[in-house]
């Protein structure tokens, strides 16, 4: 959705790049007006921000581009997502905007990646919750073996097993020779 109009439906659910909802353009415009003494420096700025921001939700995770002079782009897949956190300010509740910031377990306070401008940010939660477990899966799952209606025991489990029965092994063998 290249138009700038992101509140029609759930954008992310198209796999296109999409934009923020256009109400944050007037939360940039206000957030820059109250800025006062700095308004010819923030509003700029702000506005730059806007129009440059891009976001993509794929198969494979997470991607957003913004930046004018100083471009920044984030690629974060689905699988290094630990959190997923909506933020609504009372300006932003006025506006009918959220934003929704996506952790990963890099060991940094901030979020990886900040979608901003969200109508439905519950949704894209959930959204974002359900591919990281769908993520998850994928990545556990082993089809090496058919499966033949048993759970298959654990590597470690059977190592166990292995270690216990020969100490026990070793023990008889002593009370045998006496």
């Not at 957030?31 to 921001?53: D, K, N, W």
């Not at 769908?134 to 298959?152: L, R, V």
């Given at each position: 959705m290249e138009d700038g109009r992101a509140d029609a439906g759930r954008p992310w659910e198209s796999r296109d790049?999409?934009?923020p909802d256009t109400a944050l353009r007037?939360?940039?415009i206000l957030m820059g007006v109250l800025s006062l003494p700095a308004i010819f420096i923030t509003l700029p700025i702000f506005l730059a921000r806007y129009h440059?921001?891009?976001?993509?939700l794929?198969?494979?995770g997470v991607w957003m581009r913004v930046g004018l002079l100083f471009r920044k782009e984030s690629n974060l897949t689905y699988r290094r997502i630990q959190d997923?956190?909506?933020t609504r300010g009372l300006i932003q509740r006025w506006f009918g905007i959220s934003s929704v910031a996506i952790q990963t377990a890099s060991g940094s306070a901030t979020a990886e990646i900040t979608i901003e401008g969200v109508r439905d940010a519950d949704a894209l939660r959930d959204f974002l919750y359900a591919r990281m477990r769908?993520?998850?899966d994928d990545h556990e799952a082993t089809p090496e073996a058919p499966s033949t209606g048993e759970p298959e025991p654990d590597e470690a489990l059977?190592?166990?097993r292995e270690v216990r029965d020969a100490l026990r092994a070793l023990n008889e063998k002593p009370e045998r020779q006496s």
């Amino acid at each position: 959705m290249e138009d700038g109009r992101a509140d029609a439906g759930r954008p992310w659910e198209s796999r296109d790049v999409f934009r923020p909802d256009t109400a944050l353009r007037s939360y940039y415009i206000l957030m820059g007006v109250l800025s006062l003494p700095a308004i010819f420096i923030t509003l700029p700025i702000f506005l730059a921000r806007y129009h440059t921001l891009r976001y993509r939700l794929d198969e494979h995770g997470v991607w957003m581009r913004v930046g004018l002079l100083f471009r920044k782009e984030s690629n974060l897949t689905y699988r290094r997502i630990q959190d997923v956190h909506v933020t609504r300010g009372l300006i932003q509740r006025w506006f009918g905007i959220s934003s929704v910031a996506i952790q990963t377990a890099s060991g940094s306070a901030t979020a990886e990646i900040t979608i901003e401008g969200v109508r439905d940010a519950d949704a894209l939660r959930d959204f974002l919750y359900a591919r990281m477990r769908g993520a998850k899966d994928d990545h556990e799952a082993t089809p090496e073996a058919p499966s033949t209606g048993e759970p298959e025991p654990d590597e470690a489990l059977v190592l166990l097993r292995e270690v216990r029965d020969a100490l026990r092994a070793l023990n008889e063998k002593p009370e045998r020779q006496s």
